[in-house]
């Protein structure tokens, strides 16, 4: 990592979802949703380092990509370069700059690590350089990148539809304890939809009513939320993957009021009212060895 001063140090924070449906396929192949998304307080931080010229180079523009985490490419394919190269392009930048990612967020675990590392990379080259784009301009640039960077850019807690980019702010949340344990296991996204196809054409599909989610949110009725936590992939990833029942039945003997997978998984959060039993929960939880204890995190909703 580097010793210098960063030019502007921002925190990308990870996102779960209380409610997650799919409502029917595209013709672009992607799926059209029903989701309510909720950043937590787990996050990466991400230094720019901006300077007329990168040593060594004699490229104006140029963007570098350094990483503490040995498995996230530092290459034009990390969103984080790519958004910074979108408003390089755009607003003919010539400066260079060196992004640097402090990685916390697991990797491919339903929590948009790379989609909120690309939101704050937007947020960031936008105040430094004086760019003068609103939130709403920058959740325009930051769909071309992926459905979730826009509720990333947004934060809080938003219903959104589409295939996730149609976005409605919901207010601020009472704060729950959050108990989130990431499986040491992929889940491919492509795998969890395809099979939800398959498994939707065979009648084996029992949607959750994210509706009655939105609207106990929206009448400020929050201890009703764990109660109506639902997400239809469940019904595709808990059969291939047992570890996650087998977390959450751990989260709830310890006294969760609800606990849901995120995404496609294999991210799993239990939603805890009490903060001691919360804390006994993580020990619990670490104690069982079903999940590494550095993939195991307390923490709580960020609005």
Known sequence: MNNREPSIELKAYA?????????????????????????VDLYDVIRLYAEAEITGSQEPGQILISCDHS?????????????????????????????????????????????????????????Y???????????????????????????????????????VPLGVMDDFVVLLAVPDTRVSTKWAYTTYDKMLLAGEIVHPNTDQLRAAIEMEDFGCVPDFLGNVLELVTIPEYQIVARVKNEMMKCGAAGTLMSGSGPSVYGLFIDEEKAATAFDWLVSQELVPEERIFLTGFHN
Do not use: W
């Open 71 to 127: 498995m996230i490419p530092t290459d034009e394919s990390n969103l984080a370069y790519k958004a910074g190269r979108l408003l390089f392009d755009e607003f003919q930048i010539t400066d260079s700059m060196l992004i640097e990612i402090e990685k916390n967020i697991p990797m491919a675990a339903g929590l948009a690590g790379g989609s909120t590392d690309a939101a704050a990379v937007l947020r960031g080259v936008n105040d």
């Open 129 to 167: 350089f004086g760019l003068g784009l609103s939130d709403d301009e920058l959740m325009q640039r930051g769909v071309k990148l992926g459905a979730d960077v826009p509720f990333c850019i947004m934060g809080g807690t938003a219903y959104a539809e589409g295939v996730g980019d149609q976005l």
């Open 15 to 39: 996102k779960i979802n209380l409610g997650l449906d799919i409502t029917g396929r595209r013709e672009d192949g992607y799926h059209d949703l029903k989701t309510i998304m909720q950043q």
